[in-house]
C-alpha cells in the first residue's frame, strides 16, 4: 500500500483528502504543521507529499527546497488558495511534482497522487542527477577517475569522508554519490551549509531543541543528525564550523550519541558523515580556528577534487552536458563549435565547474544562433567581469578573485555580497596568518599589520575569528 503526507493547518480539509486518498486504497498520514511533516518525515518516508503553501510555521514552498536535498525522489504536490501565476512559478522552480490551486476536485488530486506514483518520466532535475544548483559528477581525466577509485571504495562501508576541493568543484555530488551508491540510499540525504547558518543557531540546528530551550522555541524541532537517521548527513563548509560548535560535533563522533539543546536523553547517530571544505584545514588548525582532533576524526577517508584547469579534457563533455540539460528544462538546444571548444579549454576557469554551468547557461538563453562559435564565448565571458584599465588600480591577483566569484554565481558583482566576499578570502587569511605567526599574540600581530589592537580586536570580533593567547602592552613589554 502506498503512502501518502498530506500537510494542511485545516484540519476539514485533512479529513475530506485523507478519506478521498483512503477510498482510492493509499495510506495517509496527516500533520497540520511543518514540524509535524518534520516528524513524520523522520519516522518514515511517504511515497507522496501533498501540502499546504501557508502553514502557521512557515511557507511550504520554502520548505520544499530543503526537502529536495533531503528527499530528492519523493514527489511532492503543492494545494495553495494564493491562486496567482508568482506561486505556480515559484512551485515549479522549487522542483513540485504538481500544483493544484484550491478550491481543487478531489478526483484531480487522487489522480495527481495516482500519477506521481507510476511516474516514469523523471523531472529535468532528476534527469541530471542533480537538484537546483548543483553540478553533475563527470569527468573522464585522470583526475577525475582517481576520484572516482575512491568512492568506490568507500560506498559500502561507513568510514568518514572529508572532501576537499575549491568552490564549485563539486564536493556535495561527491557526498551524494557515495550516498546514492550505498546501502544507506533509501534512507534521507541532509546538508547542510555551516557557513549558512548564523553561529549561534548551529548546534540547534545539527542537533534539534527542545520547546522552551530558547526564545522562540514553541515546539520540539528534529536537527539535522534526526532528520538523516539511517542515512547521510552532508556538512558542508566544516572549516567555517564555530569552535565551540566543532568540540559537540566532535563528542557525538566519538560516541556515537548527541543530546538536542535544552535536553536530557541521548539520541543514537545513526548517520554516515561526509564532510566538505574548501579551506585548508591544517593552516586553521594552526591559528587555533579548527580542531586537530576533529581533523583527524573527519579525515578518515580524504578526497580532493580537482580544480576545473587541471581537467581540461572534461570540459567538452561537460559543456555539453548542461547545454542538453538547458534544453531538457525547454530552454533553446545549442551546440559548440570546434573553435568555441578550443576557447573553453584555454580558459583558466577561477569558479570551476560552477562558472562553466553558468556560461552555458546564459548561453542557451542569450545566444543568437544555434551554434556557438569563440565569438560568442568570448562575449559572454567579458560580460562576467569587464577588467577595468591599468589605471583603475586593480591587481591581476584581485582581478581573477573577483573573477572567480563572479564564475560561482550569477549576480554575484550586483547583489551587495561582493565587498564581504572579498574582504573573507583576502582580509580573514592575512590576519589569520599574522596571529599564528606571532603565537596568538594581538599587540605583535598588529604590528606587524601596521594598525592598532584596538582595530584588530574589532576585525577579529567581525570576521569571527577566535584566539586562544592574548598578551596586553605591558606583558609583551620584554
Known amino acids: 500500500m502506498s503512502q501518502i503526507l498530506v500537510v494542511d493547518d485545516d484540519a476539514a480539509i485533512r479529513t475530506v483528502i485523507a478519506q ?6 493509499h495510506g495517509v498520514t496527516l500533520a497540520a504543521s511543518l514540524a509535524e511533516a518534520d516528524a513524520a518525515l523522520s519516522r518514515a518516508v511517504p511515497d507522496v507529499l501533498v501540502t499546504d503553501v501557508m502553514l502557521p510555521d512557515g511557507d511550504g514552498l520554502d520548505n520544499l527546497r530543503h526537502l529536495r536535498a533531503s528527499h530528492p525522489a519523493l514527489p511532492v504536490i503543492i494545494l ?4 496567482t501565476l508568482s506561486t505556480a512559478v515559484r512551485a515549479t522552480e522549487a522542483g513540485a511534482y504538481d500544483y493544484l490551486p484550491k478550491p481543487f476536485d478531489l478526483d484531480a488530486l487522487t489522480s495527481a497522487v495516482d500519477s506521481a506514483l507510476a511516474r516514469a518520466d523523471p523531472s529535468p532535475a532528476e534527469r541530471l542527477g542533480q537538484d537546483e544548483g548543483a553540478l553533475p559528477l563527470l569527468g573522464r581525466s585522470p583526475a577525475m577517475q582517481a576520484v572516482y577509485r575512491v568512492i568506490a571504495r568507500v560506498v559500502s562501508n ?15 555530488l561527491v557526498a551524494r554519490a557515495i550516498h546514492d551508491l550505498g546501502p544507506r540510499r533509501a534512507a534521507p540525504f541532509v546538508a547542510i551549509n555551516m557557513a549558512a547558518i548564523p553561529r ?5 540546528e545539527l542537533f534539534g531543541h527542545e520547546r522552551g530551550a530558547f526564545t522562540g522555541a514553541a515546539a520540539r ?7 538523516a537517521a539511517g542515512g547521510t548527513l552532508f556538512l558542508d563548509e566544516i572549516g567555517d564550523m ?5 568540540t559537540r560535533l566532535l563528542r557525538v563522533l566519538q560516541s556515537g550519541e548527541f543530546t538536542s ?11 554516515r558523515i561526509v564532510a566538505a571544505t574548501n579551506r585548508d584545514l591544517t593552516s586553521r588548525i594552526s591559528s587555533g580556528q579548527f580542531r586537530e582532533d576533529l581533523f583527524y576524526r573527519l579525515n578518515v577517508v580524504p578526497i580532493e577534487l580537482p580544480p576545473l584547469r587541471d581537467r581540461g579534457s572534461d570540459i567538452s563533455l561537460l559543456a555539453r552536458h548542461f547545454l542538453d540539460g538547458a534544453a531538457a528544462q525547454g530552454l533553446s538546444h545549442r551546440r559548440l563549435d570546434d573553435g568555441a571548444l ?3 579549454e584555454a580558459h583558466s576557469w577561477p569558479g570551476n565547474v560552477r562558472e562553466l554551468e553558468n556560461l552555458m547557461r546564459r548561453l542557451a538563453v542569450l545566444a543568437r544562433d544555434e551554434v556557438i562559435d569563440a565569438g560568442a564565448i568570448r562575449t559572454m565571458l567579458d560580460v562576467a567581469f569587464e577588467a577595468p584599465g591599468e589605471d583603475a588600480g586593480i591587481g591581476p591577483a584581485i582581478r581573477a578573485l573577483i573573477n572567480r566569484i563572479a564564475g560561482e554565481r550569477p549576480g554575484a558583482l550586483d547583489d551587495g555580497t561582493l565587498y564581504a566576499r572579498v574582504i573573507d578570502e583576502v582580509e580573514r587569511p592575512l590576519i589569520e596568518a599574522m596571529l599564528a605567526r606571532h603565537g596568538r599574540n594581538q599587540l605583535r600581530a598588529a604590528r606587524a599589520l601596521g594598525i592598532n589592537r584596538n582595530t584588530l580586536r574589532k576585525r577579529l570580533d567581525s570576521l569571527g575569528i577566535g584566539t586562544t593567547r592574548v598578551l596586553d602592552g605591558n606583558a609583551d613589554a620584554g
Open 261 to 271: 539543546v535544552g535536553g536530557a536523553r541521548p539520541i543514537r547517530a545513526d548517520v
Open 200 to 204: 549561534d543557531l548551529i548546534e540547534a
Open 342 to 344: 578550443a576557447l573553453l
Open 242 to 246: 564555530p569552535l565551540d560548535a566543532q
Open 20 to 25: 478521498s486518498l483512503r477510498r482510492a486504497g
Open 80 to 83: 495553495s488558495a494564493q491562486n
Open 221 to 227: 524541532t528534529a536537527g539535522r543528525f534526526e532528520q
Open 158 to 172: 561507513d568510514l568518514t569522508v572529508l572532501v576537499s576541493g575549491e568552490s564549485g568543484t563539486g564536493k556535495e
